[in-house]
């Protein structure tokens, strides 16, 4: 199995952003899972089984200051749908996870930007969610747990939000 969740940003608006703003994320996000998966496949094909989770974000629909975030989110999801596509026939999967708001030091960072504690940036966050709370690390791991197990074995091309409710 293969998780592809590292990441980075570099947020800014379109007009900031910076070439190297630009390559930095969609190389981290885009190149580094093509990387891991061209290598993870040749053995998940021999096997004749395999799981692999690709994770996106809601940002993938679009986040002011985050063009570079959101098209390398977006692309995460045209990549994991050719993947199904491709590698079906070997019986592996590929699925995207895509959260929204998570609580974790990237958000922590985000809220301190932003001149916020993190504890009113989570609420005002939470307000906006349908369960009315932001989600945790575990919300997204019971998700891959799940997808990389047996009983996941025909659900493949999925993106899956990890949201508190309903995303475009």
Known sequence: M???NAGITRDNLLFKMTE???DSVL???LKGSFLMTREVQKYQTQEKWGRI????S????????QVNYSAAKAGMQG???TLAIELGKFNVTANAIAPGFIATDMTAATAERLGMSFEDFKAAAASQIPVQRVGTPDDIANLASFLVSDGAGFISGQVIYVAGGPKD
């Open 2 to 4: 293969l998780i592809n």
């Open 58 to 65: 809601t940002s993938a629909l679009g986040n002011r200051g």
């Open 53 to 56: 989770v690709n994770l996106s």
């Open 20 to 22: 190297q703003d630009w």
């Open 27 to 29: 190389g981290v996000h």
């Open 79 to 81: 990549f994991t749908k």
